[in-house]
């Protein structure tokens, strides 16, 4: 999909700020270089400051071919992207097919830094203890950026480590972006920084000066029961919340939810750890959800995929389409009314495989609430093995959302 304008007698003013399209016919290195000329042009006359590009598994030995047309044909000075199960392109989710996505986004006032970091960085950057190591990477580039956005490959960087590491050195800005997908009877992946497409590590872009990154962070979990303290804890083990074994809250949480929330959560129920302890009252957004992993009947406790503590608050959550629906339509809202004084540049999304169809019955539910914040300007993005995005100001890898970047004005 792609838009054409007739540029000559455009008014730069009302020109969009970034375009998006899909292409998905046979490969032909040509073919495909004629399209991303055509999406370039509707562009016009705006520059290209920022391409994101993301490539369809099936799609992947033509990947070199691919980012050497978005790099000299297209002129794209700064380019990221990942192999993907899947790719989003405006209003539009193509699950596990789609070809290539492409994202082309002019910045104005914006500044931009990129680091395609390996394995090993990665590993001897959870090793050091003292803040530095990413950014003398940078140095001084780093000054004055205001967000992140990254794409890793899942297999070989600990990405629990690495967020940890990073923020470290970059302490209260967001990261957006996600995992890139993997093929499990071949064991690979990759990322995209500039000219290279690596089977390990990841790519990062800072955003600076004039445009910062906004967004969201969609859980797809809605809070049922009471908020309750975390009496007692071993590593993930939650033995005891509020003084009672922990599987005792869960047994009689699920027994007083009501006929209808039971019907929806079978199968689906989580445990929110609240990010601050000290909000007096929560709601949906303040907790990292993570799973539940394992009950032990003879301890009363339960297994989460998580470290919970002694002191935190917790409630049990509920996943399904409806909550994740609400849940999503609420920050929409939220991020609307945040953003209505602003520039919007442009947005990416990154979803986790498990959304789409599966979740919500129907296709392009989350692409088609997000692309309506952006007025005439482009979406890109993927389904993908994981995803970052903050959640009460600190960030994490979730499971099973949807983050959104949205560019803006600063």
């Not at 986004?105 to 931009?112: A, D, S, Y």
């Amino acid at each position: 999909m792609y838009w054409e304008y007739n540029w000559e007698s455009l008014n730069l003013e009302n020109a969009p700020y970034s375009v998006a399209g899909q292409w998905s016919e046979p490969w032909d290195k040509s073919e495909f270089k004629r399209w991303g000329l055509r999406l370039r042009r509707s562009l016009l006359p705006q520059e290209v400051d920022l391409g994101i590009v993301f490539i369809s598994s099936g799609w992947i030995d033509h990947a070199e071919d691919i980012v050497d047309v978005l790099r000299t044909s297209l002129g794209v000075p700064t380019l990221a992207g990942c192999v993907a199960n899947g790719v989003i392109a405006n209003e539009r989710e193509f699950e596990r097919e789609g070809g290539v996505a492409l994202g082309l986004f002019h910045l104005p006032g914006g500044r931009l830094v990129n680091l395609g970091f390996t394995e090993k960085m990665a590993a001897d950057a959870t090793r050091k203890t003292e803040p530095g190591f990413w950014r003398r990477r940078f140095d001084p580039g780093s000054e004055g950026i205001n967000g992140w956005l990254v794409f890793t490959e899942p297999l070989h960087v600990n990405v629990e480590e690495w967020i940890e590491s990073w923020e470290r050195d970059f302490p209260g800005l967001p990261i957006y972006g996600g995992l890139a997908h993997f093929d499990s009877e071949s064991r690979t992946s990759a990322v995209i920084c500039n000219d290279a497409v690596v089977g390990e590590g990841g790519v990062a872009i800072g955003f600076g000066g004039g445009v910062k990154l906004a967004g969201l962070t969609a859980q797809g979990c809605t809070p049922v029961g009471d908020p309750w303290t975390v009496t007692k804890s071993s590593g993930n083990v939650l033995e005891r919340i509020g003084n009672r074994p922990a599987m005792r809250i869960l047994e009689d949480t699920y027994h007083g939810i009501g006929e209808e929330l039971r019907r929806r959560s079978r199968g689906n129920v989580f445990v929110g750890l609240a990010v601050d302890e000290y909000l007096e009252e929560f709601k949906r957004g303040d907790f990292l959800v993570r799973n539940l992993l394992a009950a032990d009947p003879s301890k009363g406790s339960l297994a989460v995929g998580a470290f919970p503590r002694v002191g935190q608050s917790i409630q049990f959550q509920i996943r399904d389409g409806q909550g994740a629906s609400e849940e999503l339509a609420a920050l929409v809202e939220g991020c609307r009314a945040d953003l209505s004084s602003k520039r919007v540049f442009g947005a990416c999304l990154s979803n986790c495989s498990g959304r789409g169809r599966g979740l919500f019955g129907s296709p392009d539910h989350d692409a088609s609430a997000i692309f309506g914040l952006l007025g005439d300007n482009g979406l890109v993005g993927f389904f993908g093995n994981g995803e970052f995005g903050p959640v009460g100001g600190r960030n994490f890898v979730h499971g099973y959302t949807a983050s959104a970047a949205v560019f803006v004005e600063s």
